[in-house]
């Protein structure tokens, strides 16, 4: 069983709907939470990151982290056809000098216009 | 003004070829990584340098070497290559927060 456990898709959702992204994960040890968004033949890019049970709001994104359940989502409201990408959750378990981030598989999202 | 770039962005190469992949940042970051992502998106960690010295080296053929010639570079470089070794590299760098910036890829492809 992997660590970090991904929802695969692909999602396929028209412009403007609610999306939700979940990854579950097996090692209570990690403390950091991340989600990137990966364009086609680009390198991840950040966009969330908490470390506390709860929600996190940024504009249409929302990080949701559940750590009694070991489970995170990240949330997209009014969907663009420009958030079409690859969304990889994320982890890291911090101790001592070693940030070791393990990824989620990616989930590969279309907005339709 | 580009934070985390590498060269080549593209590399194509025969089986049983050592090739090199360089990375560097400008964001002044003491932590530098080089990731691998196959060909179903699925990114692993292989090796992470703080200030120039390794502190995380997966489980990786030792025909991969990194060399941190100081804090701002990472360099990979892949002895006798194999067909398996075809995937995209990633860089990345960061500081002690531990969000990490990632490069835009070097995609590899041993024929």
């Known amino acids: 069983q992997k660590e970090v456990e991904q929802d695969p898709g692909p999602l396929s959702v028209p412009e403007g709907a609610i999306v939700s992204l979940n990854c579950t994960y097996s090692?209570?040890?990690?403390?950091?939470f991340m989600w990137y968004r990966q364009y086609s033949r680009k390198g991840p890019e950040l966009l969330m990151y908490?470390?506390?049970?709860g929600n996190k709001e940024d504009g249409r994104f929302t990080a949701q982290v559940d750590k009694s359940s070991k489970y995170i989502s990240l949330f997209i409201r009014d969907s663009q056809p420009s958030d079409s990408a690859t969304y990889l959750c994320a982890m890291i378990i911090s101790s001592g000098s070693a940030r070791q981030l393990t990824f989620g598989s990616g989930t590969q999202l279309t907005v339709l216009p | 003004d580009t934070a985390v770039s590498q060269t080549p962005k593209y590399l194509v190469t025969q089986m049983g070829n050592d090739k090199s992949i360089k990375c560097e940042q400008n964001l002044g970051h003491d932590t530098m990584y080089w990731y691998k992502q196959d060909s179903k998106k699925f990114l692993k960690i292989m090796f992470s340098?703080?200030?120039?010295?390794?502190?995380i080296n997966e489980t990786v053929p030792n025909r991969f070497s990194p060399k941190s010639p100081d804090k701002a570079h990472l360099n990979l470089h892949i002895n006798s290559l194999e067909l398996g070794d075809s995937a995209v590299y990633f860089c990345?760098?960061?500081?002690?927060?531990?969000?990490?910036?990632f490069g835009p890829g070097t995609r590899l492809t041993v024929l």
């Open positions: 990345a760098s960061s500081r002690a927060l531990d969000t990490q910036y």
């Open positions: 340098y703080n200030n120039k010295e390794l502190i």
């Open positions: 908490t470390y506390s049970s």
């Open positions: 090692n209570s040890a990690f403390q950091y």
